[in-house]
Antibody
Framework: QVQLQESGPGQVKPSQTLSLTCTVSGASITSTGYYWSWVRRLPGKGLEWIGYISYSGNTYYNPSLKRRLNISLDMSKNQFSLNLSSVTAADTAIYHCAIRLVATYYFSSWGQGTLVTVSS | QSALTQPASVSGSPGQSITISCTGT?????????VSWYQQHPGKAPKLIIYDVTSRPSGVFNRFSGSKSGNTASLTISGLQADDEADYYCSSYAAGSTLWVFGGGTKLTVL
């Protein structure tokens, strides 16, 4: 059973970069067959898909965030990361990392999520 | 505003059945049989309970069932139990560049 755990600062100042890490246990992030994803829960607005990175490093981002977004793999630590630049209060959310298996269209496992507040 | 529309809340008594609707468009729910549902208890990770409209992952009780008609998907929970009280989110694969859309979530209260 693959387990995911998000980590990162709980507060970021406006215009700065939000950086989060997802630590993976029970699987290697370079194993073929996995897409490593980020999803966020916006206050009062439900969930929003952010983007994913494949086991080979290919990325696909939500067009609404693409200009500010970077998702990367850290093979040495078996982690993947999210960097979202130029944040505003609208980026305040609970950020979840999640897994999607190749050739599936759902997120089979999720992390508990971490709250990030954008505030000065 | 979420891409998929769900009722904000539903309620039912133990033993009863409830249905949560999820309305999208012809570019997501109406175009693909890739609707999934997630259950989230407070402070916990979301849990996949339905995928590909009607399929249940191993370990999910058959009290949970999914269906779809046109642009609307539904989650039915039969024989309500206290532990079913949670937030429920629908999701669909979507045409175009956004790929995945979600609903705003429905809070289920077991009376």
């Amino acid at each position: 059973q693959v387990q995911l755990q998000e980590s990162g600062p709980g507060q970021v100042k406006p215009s700065q970069t939000l950086s989060l890490t997802c630590t993976v246990s029970g699987a290697s992030i370079t194993s073929t067959g996995y897409y490593w994803s980020w999803v966020r829960r916006l206050p009062g607005k439900g969930l929003e898909w952010i983007g994913y990175i494949s086991y080979s490093g290919n990325t696909y981002y939500n067009p609404s965030l693409k200009r500010r977004l970077n998702i990367s793999l850290d093979m040495s630590k078996n982690q993947f990361s999210l960097n979202l630049s130029s944040v505003t209060a609208a980026d305040t959310a609970i950020y979840h990392c999640a897994i999607r298996l190749v050739a599936t269209y759902y997120f089979s496992s999720w992390g508990q999520g971490t709250l990030v507040t954008v505030s000065s | 505003q979420s891409a998929l529309t769900q009722p904000a809340s539903v309620s039912g008594s133990p033993g009863q059945s409830i249905t949560i609707s999820c309305t999208g468009t012809s570019s997501d729910i109406g175009d693909f049989n890739y609707v999934s549902w997630y259950q989230q208890h407070p402070g916990k990770a979301p849990k996949l309970i339905i995928y590909d409209v009607t399929s249940r992952p191993s370990g999910v009780f058959n009290r949970f069932s999914g269906s779809k008609s046109g642009n609307t998907a539904s989650l039915t929970i039969s024989g309500l139990q206290a532990d079913d009280e949670a937030d429920y989110y629908c999701s669909s694969y979507a045409a175009g560049s956004t790929l995945w859309v979600f609903g705003g979530g429905t809070k289920l209260t077991v009376l």
